[in-house]
């Protein structure tokens, strides 16, 4: 290739270049470079701090209080969340009646935004007057503080998300179910293979590059989709729904504390790395690429 052509080849990366170190690149190294330093004082300059924060996060109580309920809340929302997206694209993929009907049915709460989302729950969810409360009432429950009492307030954030989240992550399955030849499948049904034995030995290992797909997105929504406590609990009561993301929000914007969310910031971002190369380096081994 001529130096015309390299010259050409660059000239045509170079937007996009230019759109990842404005957008992510040098946003990165800022923060990295602001969790360094004590906040400014008035009209003093920042002072430096060395590791001085990361020693504070390592003491900080609610740190590891949201750290430790987005670890739960990735737990509780991706294998639940990516289990319900295939059996709901291996139901809809299948000969029935007004699947039309029920593919929309599914991906309508994806299509919704997360503020809205919320507020249909906040109703759901409401004690005494709320939808759950008045089902329980049926049965002659008194009733749960579903938001309120610091045991449910994590798992009923679980709950709404993978309503929303399971008809987003259902679309990128049923793309990959419909590109499936189906000879194989006939193969198989000479061979006399049941259908278990087919989803498990031919269905679910050609899925494995969707799979790795949206479980590196699920996790990431994991970390980054902190609408929701805005509307519902805030990260209460007492920081038991509080998320790591929505941490980085109050120390940043409520307590104006711009150095220490940059500290914060840059270990959320270690740690997403880091889950990504396990997810990469484990799950590439057993994907089978066709």
């Not at 809809?92 to 919704?112: C, D, E, K």
């Not at 002659?140 to 009492?149: C, E, V």
């Not at 954030?157 to 989240?165: A, P």
């Amino acid at each position: 290739m001529n130096r015309l052509s390299w010259l050409h080849a660059w000239l045509m990366l170079l937007p996009a270049l230019a759109m990842l170190l404005a957008f992510t690149h040098i946003p990165t190294l800022t923060t990295l470079w602001h969790s360094l330093f004590f906040p400014a004082r008035g009209s003093e300059a920042a002072e430096f701090a060395g590791l001085d924060n990361y020693r504070m996060m390592l003491e900080d109580d609610v740190f590891w209080q949201a750290l430790s309920n987005n670890l739960w809340y990735a737990l509780g929302t991706v294998p639940t969340s990516i289990a319900l997206a295939l059996v709901m694209a291996l139901w809809v993929n299948s000969r029935i009646s007004g699947r039309t009907a029920l593919r929309l049915a599914y991906f309508t709460p994806t299509m919704l935004p997360m503020i809205a989302v919320a507020n249909i729950w906040l109703f759901f969810y409401t004690p005494e007057i709320g939808l759950f409360n008045k089902l329980l009432a049926l049965f002659g429950h008194p009733g749960i503080n579903w938001l309120g009492d610091p045991d449910w307030a994590l798992p009923s954030l679980m709950l709404m998300t993978v309503w929303k989240e399971a008809g987003f992550f259902m679309i990128f399955y049923l793309a990959a179910l419909q590109t499936l030849s189906r000879d194989i499948y006939d193969a198989a049904a000479l061979e006399g293979a049941g259908r278990w034995y087919t989803f498990r030995r031919l269905t679910l290992p050609l899925l494995m590059p969707t799979t790795l797909f949206v479980l590196v997105n699920a996790i990431l929504n994991a970390f980054k989709l902190v609408d929701h406590l805005f509307i519902l609990t805030k990260g209460g009561p007492n920081n038991a729904s509080n998320l790591l993301l929505y941490y980085i929000y109050e120390n940043a914007f409520s307590f104006f504390d711009s150095n220490y969310a940059a500290t914060l910031t840059a270990v959320m971002l270690l740690m997403l790395i880091l889950l990504a190369l396990l997810q990469f380096g484990v799950l590439e081994r057993r994907i089978h690429y066709r």
